[in-house]
């Protein structure tokens, strides 16, 4: 009787040892972790709230701290663009403000030394007075100012973009004389960072106030970069209109002393088209007898520059159609920066009626924009009803079952 008591007594002991152990190694590896720095390449900043961990940040703002900030505190102006936390609403939104540009030059006088702010290229109280009494001819011309600012981080090793806000832009909706703008950036020559702010409704003058944060690039390659500033206008029905953009070569710009305020006119779109949209070589064959269509995306070449950094992502989307109504559609994979874009990709539709009367397919060239609608390159329709190559293939491809045919197609536009 004592030796089963002596053996429950060691196991009962021994799972309490267990649990304990397990629940210390979860311990370890969760703060363990915690202190790790997350693979972010960039952080998002809305309206001055930083979403970085604290353990990074040291809840502190980037240039600034503690003490410089409770002696500037009293001496910050009511129209800066200072955002108090504790002023925040029950759903953690600050009361709306107009933020007017002339509370800029205040920011200097309430930043700190080592991350002194300058201003360059600022809007004065007069051209914004000359800007108000241009005739209206001259303002359908104009297509707005954007305000932004740049700085790094250098104990980071962080490069901060905001983008403050935009004034001026021209209305793209006609029915209600405004527009829902938004702004995409991109990082060049690489695009390796494609950010977007949010989509403000039924404005000319749109204050975005937010704050891009990229981890990762050495101050010395900062002279190479370019951003590139895109404005467009949200369009729920149809594709956003581009309303124009700003290219801002970061060579010769020294953010060393601290944060830059800049603010530079939007420019119409420079597209840089080539002399036509490109071609695709795609190859079909269709199987009577198992009543399908095989078709191959095999390459595209001499596809048009889609934006300033002259290389586009390239990827094909298929598009079935019967009786004018799509009933199955693909995609091929993306490739990287290229005007001339290897796919070989195989995809097998089958035909829902005999024969391909009443069949037609569609193949779309899109240009692969993370954060914002992929830009559509060009088009190429094959059916009974289509006009040039895109008929005689697609009369070769039904003269000829059980024959893989292969053609080069010009692109249309999109």
């Known amino acids: 009787d004592e030796i089963p008591t002596v053996v429950g007594i060691f196991s009962a002991f021994g799972l309490v040892f267990s649990v304990s152990l397990f629940a210390w190694i ?3 590896r969760k703060s363990s972790k915690s202190n790790k720095t997350p693979p972010y390449k960039f952080v998002h ?5 930083d979403i970085y961990p604290e353990n990074l940040n040291s809840k502190k703002k980037f240039g600034a701290d503690d003490k410089s900030e409770a002696k500037n505190k009293s001496s910050m102006p009511k129209n800066s663009l200072h955002l108090d936390l504790e002023k925040r609403d029950l759903n953690g939104n600050f009361p709306k403000t107009t933020t007017k540009m002339q509370g800029f ?3 200097e006088n309430s930043s700190p030394k080592h991350f002194a702010e300058r201003k360059k290229d600022s809007v004065s109280p007069d051209s914004l007075k000359s800007i108000t009494s241009l ?3 001259d303002k359908q011309d104009k ?3 954007l305000f932004f600012s740049l700085e790094y981080n250098f104990e980071k090793k962080a490069f901060v973009v905001n983008i403050k806000e935009a004034r001026g832009l021209p209305a793209m909706d006609e029915q209600s ?3 829902d703008p938004y702004i995409k950036m991109t990082i060049l020559p690489e695009k390796k960072h494609k950010v977007k702010t949010r989509v403000l409704r039924k404005t000319l003058d749109p204050a975005f106030d937010e704050t891009f944060t990229f981890y990762g690039i050495p101050y010395s390659q900062i002279q190479d970069l370019t951003l590139h500033f895109m404005v467009l206008s949200f369009d729920r029905f149809s594709r ?5 953009e700003v290219l801002i070569p970061l060579t010769g710009i020294e953010l060393s002393e601290g944060r830059l305020l800049m603010d530079r006119e939007i420019i119409k779109r420079n597209v840089r088209k080539s002399s036509g949209r490109g071609e695709l070589l795609v190859s079909l064959c269709y199987q009577s007898t198992t009543n399908t269509l095989t078709v191959v995306v095999l390459k595209a070449r001499h596809l048009p520059k889609s934006d300033v950094s002259g290389l586009s992502d390239p990827y094909v989307k298929v598009n079935l159609y019967h009786a004018k109504k799509r009933i199955s559609k693909k995609k091929t994979h993306v490739k990287k920066c290229t005007p001339n874009a290897v796919f070989n990709e195989l995809f097998v539709f089958d035909i829902p009626c005999e024969g391909l009367d009443d069949i037609s397919i569609e193949f779309l060239v899109l240009d692969s924009d993370r954060g914002s609608r992929n830009e559509v390159i060009g088009r190429l329709t094959l059916g009974s009803s289509a006009e040039g190559t895109g008929g005689e293939h697609w009369k070769e491809i039904c003269e000829y079952p059980r024959r893989q045919i292969a053609k080069w197609h010009m692109l249309c536009d999109g």
């Open 26 to 28: 979860c311990c370890q």
């Open 143 to 145: 297509l707005g100012t």
């Open 135 to 137: 005739s209206s001819e």
């Open 240 to 244: 956003d209109d581009v309303i124009g």
């Open 45 to 49: 900043v809305l309206k001055g709230v």
């Open 177 to 179: 004389m405004t527009s």
């Open 105 to 107: 030059p205040d920011l």
